[in-house]
């Protein structure tokens, strides 16, 4: 039988979209100071972080990433303090609860037929 799947994110005026997957990001970049190594823990390439950072970015009127140049004893990335305070995160993880209970009520009512 074919599994399917719902994926919910936030958009915001349509200036900028955000799902689980840009928030594993965020929480990955705070955690490891890294989109790097943010990237590498999720199986992400470099480029694709770096573009979803950059959408965050441009996406609000303040930066949700900020990146310092690398070199000796530099480089590295910080998520701002209106990155974790963002709506974004607060509202995807009330949307994954909702989901999450949306999601059994529908697999109860399919697995009927």
């Known amino acids: 039988m074919a599994r399917s799947s719902i994926r919910f994110r936030v958009d915001f005026e349509g200036r900028c979209s955000?799902?689980?997957?840009?928030?594993?990001?965020?929480?990955?970049?705070?955690?490891?100071?890294?989109?790097?190594?943010?990237?590498?823990?999720?199986?992400?390439?470099?480029?694709?972080?770096?573009?979803?950072?950059?959408?965050?970015?441009?996406?609000?009127?303040?930066?949700?990433?900020?990146?310092?140049?690398?070199?000796?004893g530099?480089?590295?990335?910080?998520?701002?303090?209106?990155?974790h305070g963002s709506q974004a995160k607060p509202a995807a993880g009330r949307h994954r609860q909702r989901s999450a209970k949306s999601l059994q009520t529908s697999n109860s009512k399919l697995s009927a037929f």
């Open 18 to 72: 955000v799902g689980f997957g840009k928030i594993a990001l965020l929480e990955g970049i705070a955690r490891t100071g890294s989109v790097s190594q943010a990237a590498r823990e999720m199986d992400m390439s470099n480029r694709r972080a770096w573009l979803l950072v950059d959408s965050l970015n441009q996406g609000f009127d303040q930066p949700v990433v900020t990146a310092n140049i690398g070199g000796i």
């Open 74 to 83: 530099g480089g590295g990335a910080s998520v701002t303090p209106f990155g």
